[in-house]
């Protein structure tokens, strides 16, 4: 991987679901679990209730209602926070997603976990992982009314954190929010090539990516920041 110019980095931005917790529960939960439930409530079969969630998806996807727990327990008329506990069991931290976290703490950087996940589900990954015990801040961007794909975010996310882009990173799965964050200025950008444990690892050439944190820690340790 890329190397990052560490010493000019003092925040840490962090998403959470692909980038700190494994992205299989939320892959599992919308592409398969959620098609076995509607299927049964509509009588349909799986294929068609599967065909029918990703015409759905695509109609919003990058939205707010894309991650809003309501808008689809409305839509679908499925309770989704309780179908979301029935498998919280696959609800899992990336084996490298500490030992970054605390490495980025020990270093003297300000580490703040920035989410387009509602905040019902950030809530419930917490309670699971304990995520909020590792890291300063814990933002769900429903708070601001838009999404990490948007400008407006980052506008707004600067004003309440009040933090530099020319020394901030940002580590994210998903190509499209960090275009977005490079587009608002953001210097220093981490794709994370492994997303999803069940699935193959992709190939990034347009952001520096990272398949395991722990790469990085000899680098982050010997740029500590002077207190």
Not at 38 to 65: P, Q
Not at 84 to 111: Q, T, W, Y
Not at 134 to 158: A, N, P, R, Y
Not at 185 to 206: C, F, W, Y
Request: proline letters at 4%; one cysteine or more.
């Amino acid at each position: 991987m890329s190397t990052l110019a560490w010493k000019e980095i003092n925040t840490v931005l962090l998403d959470m679901d692909g980038t700190l917790l494994d992205l299989h529960f939320d892959n599992h939960f919308w592409l398969e679990y959620v098609p076995i439930k509607l299927s049964k409530k509509r009588g349909v079969s799986i294929e068609d209730a599967k065909a029918f969630m990703v015409a759905e998806y695509e109609k919003v996807i990058g939205t707010l209602s894309w991650y809003c727990l309501d808008f689809w327990a409305e839509k679908l008329d499925l309770d989704i926070m309780e179908a979301k506990c029935e498998i919280n069991h696959l609800i899992s931290m990336r084996e490298d997603s500490i030992p970054f976290i605390d490495a980025l703490k020990a270093s003297g950087r300000e580490v703040i976990l920035v989410t387009n996940a509602h905040p019902d589900s950030l809530s419930l990954k917490v309670e699971h992982t304990q995520l909020d015990e590792h890291i300063d801040q814990l933002i769900s961007t429903h708070e601001f009314g838009v999404t990490k794909e948007s400008q407006e975010l980052w506008q707004k996310l600067q004003a309440k954190l009040g933090f530099n882009p020319d020394t901030t990173l940002f580590v994210d799965d998903s190509l499209g929010i960090l275009q977005a964050a490079k587009d608002f200025g953001i210097k220093h950008l981490l794709a994370v090539s492994n997303p999803d444990s069940k699935q193959p690892m992709r190939e990034i050439t347009n952001f520096p990516a990272v398949q395991d944190y722990r790469y990085l820690l000899d680098d982050i340790s010997a740029s500590r920041i002077s207190p």
